[in-house]
């Protein structure tokens, strides 16, 4: 029932800053959770901020103050601001969407293909 395409990645240096966007489509859009996650090689798919329909946030606490989660239901589309960068950072980043707020991966039902990033050092 969603489609969620992101956008935005590339290669950043370190204390930089990059946006990434997700696209989704599908009418239920808005009463979807939305998440951004990020996978390194070799590790398990990790959670990295959500926003409820209403707005309401939640980040984990390595990219707490660094990052900022949005949307715009008019867009059906969702951002994630990232400000200095770390090499820790680097992933390929997925945007989710979902019935609630969760932190665990299998709570959302729909996923992006991912856009990479890169952090320099």
């Known amino acids: 029932q969603v489609q969620l395409v992101e956008s935005g990645g590339g290669l950043v240096q370190a204390g930089g800053s990059l946006r990434l966007s997700c696209a989704a489509s599908?009418?239920?859009?808005?009463?979807?959770?939305m998440g951004w996650f990020r996978q390194a090689p070799g590790k398990e798919r990790e959670f990295v901020a959500v926003?409820?329909?209403?707005?309401?946030?939640y980040y984990a606490d390595s990219v707490k103050g660094r990052f900022t989660i949005s949307r715009d239901n008019a867009k059906n589309s969702v951002y994630l601001q990232m400000n200095s960068l770390k090499p820790e950072d680097a992933a390929v980043y997925y945007c989710?969407?979902?019935?609630?707020?969760?932190?665990?991966?299998?709570?959302?039902?729909?996923w992006g293909q991912g856009t990479q990033v890169t952090v320099s050092s």
């Open positions: 989710a969407a979902g019935p609630v707020i969760a932190s665990h991966a299998g709570a959302y039902g729909y």
């Open positions: 599908g009418r239920t859009f808005a009463s979807y959770a």
């Open positions: 926003i409820s329909w209403t707005g309401a946030t």
